[in-house]
């Protein structure tokens, strides 16, 4: 690994995602690049950089400018991670990344051959704790408690049982873990 050309493009997508008007990008994609450390060591540069741009400038397309309901959501969702392959590209491409890292680290943030790729579950295990962490009290907050045990149910499932066993152990209020031992019944 290039420790210059790593830098430059962790410094790059922070940049973008420091631009967030609500503040909310830059330390969520620095918690998720922690989660992956955490999770492997040893991860790659690939995965590393994928982590850090997973959400990046996430703001740009906000949920309520597509259709409301699941279809919306889906389209939303999907457009989402083109998007944010294609803006990590563009910035690895900037600081001299070759094509091939770069496809890698774009399939990693699509989430394709998931859930066969492993460093996708670690990746996916990482956006899971950091959803936990980070969204789960606006969340619930959202949707209610009913709908937010069918959201955790469908968390779960895509967690390995590493991951699972380290979200049991998370700080949380007795509510959140309430509804986390609701869902995992």
């Known amino acids: 690994m290039n420790a210059e050309r790593f830098q430059a493009a962790i410094a790059q997508i922070d940049a973008a995602n420091a631009a967030d008007?609500?503040?909310v990008e830059?330390?969520?994609?620095?918690?998720?690049?922690?989660?992956?450390?955490?999770?492997?060591?040893?991860a790659s540069e690939a995965l590393r950089l994928a982590a850090r741009a997973q959400h990046i400038c996430r703001w740009l397309s906000p949920r309520d400018a597509y259709p409301p309901g699941r279809i919306g959501y889906l389209k939303w969702r999907e457009d989402l991670?083109?998007?944010?392959?294609?803006?990590?590209?563009?910035?690895?491409k900037n600081v001299g990344y070759d094509a091939t890292l770069i496809a890698r680290v774009q399939h990693l943030i699509c989430k394709?051959?998931?859930?066969?790729?492993d460093?996708?579950?670690?990746?996916?295990?990482?956006?899971?704790?950091?959803?936990?962490?980070?969204?789960l009290a606006e969340t619930v907050t959202k949707t209610?408690?009913?709908?937010?045990?069918?959201?955790?149910?469908?968390?779960?499932?895509?967690m390995t049982p590493a991951a699972q066993a380290i979200a049991l152990e998370l700080p949380m209020s007795e509510l959140h873990r309430s509804l986390i031992v609701q869902a995992t019944r």
């Open 21 to 23: 008007p609500r503040g």
């Open 26 to 42: 830059l330390p969520y994609s620095q918690r998720l690049s922690g989660w992956v450390e955490k999770l492997a060591p040893a």
């Open 81 to 92: 991670k083109q998007f944010h392959a294609r803006k990590a590209g563009e910035i690895l």
């Open 112 to 117: 394709r051959n998931f859930p066969r790729d």
């Open 119 to 135: 460093e996708g579950r670690v990746l996916e295990d990482a956006l899971c704790l950091t959803f936990l962490e980070m969204q």
């Open 144 to 158: 209610g408690e009913e709908k937010m045990v069918d959201i955790l149910r469908k968390t779960w499932r895509k």
